[in-house]
């Protein structure tokens, strides 16, 4: 067995790893650096016209020359879930491999809706596989197993081979009580642990140094709740949250509801996400909810509802990172029609992603907002992803032979190897991979 780590090995973003069993080569994620990306953009340039060279060049997605040697083995890639850090890079990388995508249905659909949007086409084929299934690709069995994230339908990826198996935790949570979906399979990810096979686990490392349980979605609806019915006083009201946090979004329809209020999801990424998810029967919004994803259509919809009357709306817009151009945005500086008022609320339900840019821009969104006398809430949010507690009780279950830290830097990875040798591991079997490293499993 080899295991190569491609992008996100040192970085926050821009997943992608290998692993070969016996002759087979399956790639695990293929996703944008979104700091990269963002400086990028800030430069003057565009992810729809740079082009392969130059976004590796710019470090926004993962060299995969890293791997060339192995491009012949490649048999599949298999993506664990649809967020961008894991799935962005894939219109840039896949035609390099003759070798299907391999995902979710609402994680392909979500492929397919970037693709479409940017006029893209693959030679890959494109295949829907429900968690809870497997196929097998040459010599290799790959199963996905239903776990908890930030959106729905996020899958652990298991690698069975004669020479034992190999999980991919990269993004997950331990959520006993899922506002969306079914808590994780944790009957199939004992069961495998008890054959005694897992040689390797690469293991999301972001929050390995938290020192507790990551909170159930449960809490952050119970926030949620808090703030959008008890201090609703009338005013407008705007909520930021990721546009594929799917059930954030259901919570938020469920407390409009309850306060009179229509839900009015605005920008491009909504319409992304929840088509996708409506598509495949992943949420069932329907009439309770309207979508206004571009330019046209949010000012449009912005005239109806400033004449109709704020206070029967919950306006969900993109911006939570405070990108000038997002919805809110706009919206603060008045290039939309729309004019905020003393005491009308902000709510932030969600957290910065902890890069410069993103950093900076919030912190200036948040000061405008404050200036012109508005409510602000911040961090009405639960993490995606696995604290210091969950990572110990998910490598209890599988008892694996070796570690392998991945999404994050040095000090991430710290933690992970500071916990395994808690747990009795030797340092000699958690490996510190950095972009391009590779190790041998024998």
Do not use: W
């Not at 605005?266 to 495949?280: C, H, P, Q, T």
């Not at 907002?369 to 599988?398: P, Q, T």
């Amino acid at each position: 067995m080899e295991i190569v780590g491609v992008g996100g090995y040192g970085e926050v973003g821009r997943n992608m790893s290998l692993a070969k069993l016996g002759n087979d080569a399956i790639i695990l994620d293929m996703g944008f650096n979104i700091q990269k990306l963002a400086d990028l953009e800030e430069s003057g340039g565009n992810r729809l016209t740079a082009g392969r060279k130059s976004m590796i060049k710019a470090e926004a997605i993962p060299d995969d020359s890293k791997i060339k040697s192995y491009k012949d083995n490649v048999k599949a890639i298999a993506i664990s879930h649809c967020h961008l850090d894991h799935c962005g890079a894939i219109p840039y990388l896949a035609n390099s491999y003759k070798a299907p995508i391999i995902g979710t249905p609402f994680t392909t659909e979500v492929i397919k809706n970037i693709l479409s949007e940017d006029n893209i086409s693959l030679q890959n084929k494109i295949r829907s596989l429900n968690n809870g299934n497997s196929v097998k690709v040459g010599d290799v069995e790959i199963e996905l197993i239903n776990v908890t994230h930030s959106t729905p339908s996020t899958s652990l990826i298991a690698l069975h081979s004669k020479e034992g198996i190999i999980i991919y935790g990269n993004d997950f949570k331990l959520d006993n009580h899922p506002i969306l979906g079914q808590k994780p399979d944790y009957s199939r990810i004992k069961e495998i642990g008890r054959t005694g096979k897992v040689r390797a686990v690469i293991l999301d490392a972001l929050y390995s140094n938290t020192e507790k349980k990551t909170p159930s979605e449960l809490v952050a609806r119970e926030m949620l709740k808090e703030v959008m019915i008890e201090e609703d006083e009338g005013n407008a009201m705007v909520v930021t949250c990721f546009a594929s946090h799917l059930a954030r979004i259901k919570s938020i329809i469920d407390f409009a509801s309850k306060i009179n209020r229509r839900v009015v999801l605005m920008g491009r990424s909504f319409l992304k996400y929840v088509s996708a998810a409506e598509s495949v029967g992943v949420t069932h919004y329907g009439k309770n909810v309207d979508i206004a994803g571009y330019r046209n259509e949010i000012k449009k919809k912005l005239g109806k509802i400033q004449k109709k009357g704020l206070e029967k709306f919950v306006l969900v817009a993109t911006g939570g990172q405070g990108e000038p151009n997002s919805v809110l945005g706009r919206m603060e500086s008045g290039e939309l029609p729309f004019t905020f008022s003393r005491d009308d609320m902000v709510i932030f339900s969600n957290r910065i992603i902890p890069v410069e840019p993103n950093i900076r821009h919030r912190k200036m969104l948040e000061k405008k907002l404050v200036d012109n006398g508005l409510r602000i809430f911040k961090d009405v949010h639960a993490s995606g992803h696995c604290f210091k507690e969950d990572l110990r009780d998910f490598i209890n279950m599988l008892n694996p032979e070796h570690v392998i830290p991945c999404q994050g830097t040095q000090e991430h990875f710290n933690g992970v190897l500071e916990l395994a040798v808690e747990m009795g591991y030797n340092k000699k079997n958690v490996h510190m991979l950095k972009d391009g490293e590779k190790i041998k499993i024998l």
